[in-house]
């Protein structure tokens, strides 16, 4: 059974300062690996999308890496902002299962 | 262009009464999903559809839970004789292409239930 864990629960960092958030899960079998951002009282939005066969995916400030073979994924945020301040989660999707399995997510407040 | 989009936002309901959950996909996307978020927890797996069709219902939590698709596109997730354990966020997500493939999920906004 896939489990998805993520480390820090919590993260509070002063504006500015680079961060790690931590993602592991159970099964190196994957399809993909998705990371999310989520605002209170909102939905998901995607923030990247690794494939299986990717290590790493970069977007702005925002760089993902995978290790699949230990079973690892990293976001990493530059330059952190206050309005970087939301809960993120990462996801992974199973091949031949129809679901993503979610992480209980990190939730980051970025302090001015 | 237009995300995925659910209605209502927000419902508050009375426990034993039924509630119908309603997601509108991104237009031509063929697989589309359920997921419920307690509060405080990660999401939860309920459904699936690839085009009209749930092949798999093991994920919705009790036999009160059922879910439709009708004409590749709208789904409509109901809960009958709603229980205080199912206040939560439902989410719909739909992506464009086959399930069991590597297609992003796109996420709608959520309904949040409360069960009083």
């Known amino acids: 059974k896939q489990e998805v864990t993520q480390i820090p629960a919590a993260l509070s960092v002063p504006e500015g300062e680079n961060l790690v958030l931590n993602c592991s899960f159970t099964?190196?079998?994957?399809?993909?690996l998705q990371w999310f951002r989520q605002d209170p009282g909102k939905g998901l939005t995607s923030l990247l999308l690794?494939?299986?066969?990717?290590r790493e995916q970069t977007s702005g400030r925002l760089n993902a890496s995978l290790d699949k073979s230990s079973g690892r994924s990293t976001l990493y945020i530059a330059a952190s902002q206050p309005g970087d301040s939301a809960t993120y989660l990462c996801?992974?999707?199973?091949?031949?299962?129809?679901?993503?399995?979610f992480g209980a997510g990190t939730r980051l407040t970025v302090k001015p | 262009g237009a995300g995925v989009s659910q209605s209502p936002s927000n419902k508050v309901t009375e426990k034993g009464k039924d509630v119908e959950l309603r997601c509108d996909p991104i237009?031509?996307?063929?697989?589309l999903y359920w997921y419920r978020q307690r509060l405080g927890q990660g999401l939860e797996f309920l459904i699936y559809?690839?085009?009209?069709?749930?092949?798999?219902k093991s994920g919705l939590p009790s036999d009160r839970f059922s879910a439709e698709r009708t004409g590749e596109s709208v789904s409509t997730l109901t809960i009958q004789r709603t229980q205080q354990e199912d206040s939560a966020v439902y989410l719909c997500?739909?992506?464009?292409?086959?399930?069991?493939?590597?297609?992003?999920?796109?996420f709608g906004p959520g309904t949040r239930l409360t069960v009083t």
């Open positions: 099964d190196s079998a994957i399809y993909n």
């Open positions: 237009s031509g996307h063929t697989a």
């Open positions: 690794i494939q299986s066969s990717q």
């Open positions: 996801a992974v999707r199973r091949p031949m299962v129809d679901d993503m399995r």
């Open positions: 997500a739909s992506s464009p292409g086959m399930a069991r493939t590597s297609y992003e999920q796109y």
């Open positions: 559809f690839q085009g009209n069709s749930a092949p798999d």
